[in-house]
């Protein structure tokens, strides 16, 4: 999407305020963002960030119970939760976890399958590792996504549905709400990862901000999917191309609090 000067300097005066008034340590509390912040080491923080963004769907409510219970089930320390478990010792940990489709079979899975792969190097060097030039989010996705999937023990086919990857053609929403988390500087996002600039970032694309983007004429495509958020971050990038994901506190918050975004101001 090209966007006219004209409609770049209307939609910056009109989303700039509304993105300060998100983006503000008080979002924090309710948001799953919430659940690595309470983490002081840089891997109990990336390991939670991971399993909040994947989890980060249906009721708010009951998904932050539900965060909150997966901490108590990994003794509040997730990284040496990873790295220490076995199967024989630690499986009533996780068993009789659910959250919507995710069970304590995918939990244990994942669990698995970061710690074959965090016994060497760091979720980030495991996500950089996939980067193209191109576009080292859609690759870096992709890999990471791979790789977790490869090291699930026996690979069972439900667990693709929990790891989205670009070319099944999904939005990845999730993944790219984790990458905002880890990229952006605070005060909400965590600012972890530095081996990616914002400038690569994707908008977490969702039934919701999709319906905002497209009041305003952020998107125009009517499928919530991979072009679709080429589409929207190419449009947010016009507006801000050093940190096109800042447009996601104006998108998702008002969308959470319940406001619609007004058309007519951007007119």
């Known amino acids: 999407m090209k966007l006219e000067p ?64 997966l901490c108590h089930r990994m003794d509040y320390q997730p990284a040496r939760f990873v ?50 030039a191109e576009d080292p989010v859609e690759s870096g996705i992709q890999n990471l996504a791979e790789q977790l999937i490869d090291h ?35 005060p909400v996002d965590l600012g972890l990862w530095k081996s990616l600039n914002t400038k690569d970032l994707k908008l977490p694309l969702d039934l919701h901000s999709g319906q905002q983007a497209r009041r305003i004429g952020l998107l125009t495509r009517p499928s919530n999917d991979w072009k679709a958020t080429l589409e929207l971050t190419s449009a947010c990038k016009a507006l801000s191309p050093e940190d096109p994901a800042r447009y996601d506190f104006a998108l998702f918050g008002t969308g959470a609090a319940g406001e619609l975004l007004d058309e007519w101001s951007v007119k």
């Open 83 to 132: 790295h220490s478990y076995r199967v024989s010792s630690h499986r009533t940990k996780l068993e009789g976890f659910v959250h919507r489709t995710f069970n304590a079979a995918d939990a244990e899975g994942l669990v698995l399958s970061l710690q074959t792969l965090l016994a060497q190097t760091n979720l980030e060097n495991i996500f950089a590792r996939g980067f193209k």
């Open 152 to 186: 699930v023990p026996g690979r069972p086919k439900r667990i693709h549905k929990h790891l989205a990857r670009p070319s099944s053609g999904s939005a990845c929403k999730r993944w790219n709400m984790f990458l905002r988390w880890m990229v952006r500087p605070g």
């Open 6 to 69: 004209h409609r770049i300097d209307r939609l910056k005066a009109y989303l700039d305020p509304i993105v300060d008034r998100f983006e503000q340590v008080d979002f924090i509390k309710d948001d799953p963002i919430s659940i690595p912040h309470g983490f002081e080491d840089p891997e109990d923080k990336a390991i939670m960030a991971l399993f909040s963004a994947l989890l980060a769907w249906g009721r708010r409510d009951i998904m932050m119970s539900k965060l909150a219970e």
